[in-house]
């Protein structure tokens, strides 16, 4: 099935560093969503996207909904230990069932404190 | 508040033996209900999802059935499992647009 390149597929980084990360797709999106996932639970959404050009904001993170309806990404300021886990991208193309998300593969971010 | 709950949390069961996976949700009514499993690492894989008491949609030919006998309820299913339908299994929920909502899963072995 369809599937949105996500990169990186991992990261390791110093605690305090930014992180930034991100989505494409070849074709147009009208939703986007970021998750995180801890070990042993289910995702959990960080952001909802839902304009292009659109920039929002949840404590240290931030991401944006692309210009041209193709990509997103997430940054992540001032990274702590507690952001380790596996971060997911989902949208929801503009055409076709708009029940079924299309889903990143994750990045894996480990912090080193 | 909207919640949704997921049984068991961990479960070991023979190969060839049945299976029987609850998802159920609570604070909304006809939601949208997705099971989704997850191999060892990442990827999210879309196994079944519901608009609907009885209207179950299948993602992928498996040895898994779905059922959804009450509104806020989903099952999941199997006759005779194999080694291979180890994984961990998410249940989600969404209004008729809008983000998924997950459970805390269920982690499979099969022995």
């Known amino acids: 099935g369809q599937q949105l390149n996500q990169s990186p597929q991992s990261m390791f980084i110093q605690e305090g560093e930014d992180v930034s990360m991100n989505c494409t797709s070849s074709?147009?999106?009208?939703?986007w969503l970021w998750y995180k996932q801890d070990p042993g639970e289910g995702p959990v959404l960080l952001i909802a996207?839902?304009?292009a050009g659109e920039l929002t904001s949840n404590g240290r993170l931030t991401a944006q909904f692309g210009i041209t309806r193709k990509d997103s990404f997430l940054n992540i300021s001032a990274s702590i230990p507690s952001d380790v886990g596996i971060y997911f991208c989902a949208g929801l193309p503009n055409a076709g069932n708009n029940r079924k998300l299309i889903w990143g593969l994750g990045t894996s971010l480990a912090v080193n404190p | 508040s909207q919640t949704i709950h997921q049984w068991p949390a961990t479960l070991v069961q023979p190969v060839g033996s049945p299976l029987s996976l609850e998802c159920t949700v609570e604070g909304t009514s006809n939601p949208n209900l997705y099971w989704y499993r997850q191999a060892a690492g990442r990827g999210l894989q879309l196994l079944f999802y519901s608009v609907g008491i009885g209207q179950i949609s299948s993602e992928v030919p498996q040895n898994l059935s779905a059922s959804r006998p009450q509104d806020r309820q989903f099952i999941l299913s199997s006759k005779k499992l194999l080694l291979s339908d180890s994984g961990f299994y998410l249940c989600?929920?969404?209004?008729?647009?809008?983000?998924?909502?997950f459970g805390d899963g269920t982690r499979l072995s099969i022995l």
């Open positions: 996207l839902y304009k």
């Open positions: 989600a929920w969404t209004g008729d647009q809008g983000p998924q909502h």
């Open positions: 074709s147009i999106f009208n939703t």
